[in-house]
Nanobody, 127 residues
Framework: QVQLVESGGGLVQTGGSLRLSCAAS????????VSWFRRAPGKERDFVTA????????YYVDSVKGRFTISRDNGLNTAYLQMNSLSPEDTAVYYC????????????????????WGQGTQVTVSS
């Protein structure tokens, strides 16, 4: 079992920044791919970004490229999502998710692929 706890959400103005954290406990964190998803009001849960178990590889959807940065510290069992230049379109509940990495593939955009989820943290961007 892996337990994930997100933190760092909040209310920010357009153009502002937030840093989300995803703290893991349980199994060996460094064996797991970590991704961030978000669910905007009235919408589906959408994939945002992923990071490989080692942290050497990352992937972003086009809408956040250049603005968001995913990272991880396996020594601290924590993943991060730095979000800059935020806009109201980024308003959503943000979730981190983990899946044991079993091959060179680390990008899983379907939320059903993940075994473990955090409870989510609300990010609200005011205009």
């Amino acid at each position: 079992q892996v337990q994930l706890v997100e933190s760092g959400g909040g209310l920010v103005q357009t153009g502002g920044s937030l840093r989300l954290s995803c703290a893991a406990s349980g199994r060996t964190f460094s064996n797991y791919v970590v991704s961030w998803f978000r669910r905007a009001p009235g919408k589906e849960r959408d994939f945002v970004t992923a990071i490989s178990s080692s942290g050497r590889s990352t992937y972003y959807v086009d809408s956040v490229k250049g603005r968001f940065t995913i990272s991880r510290d396996n020594g601290l069992n924590t993943a991060y999502l730095q979000m800059n230049s935020l806009s109201p379109e980024d308003t959503a509940v943000y979730y981190c998710a983990a899946k044991r990495e079993s091959s060179s593939v680390f990008v899983y955009t379907n939320y059903r692929s993940y075994d473990y989820w955090g409870q989510g943290t609300q990010v609200t961007v005011s205009s």
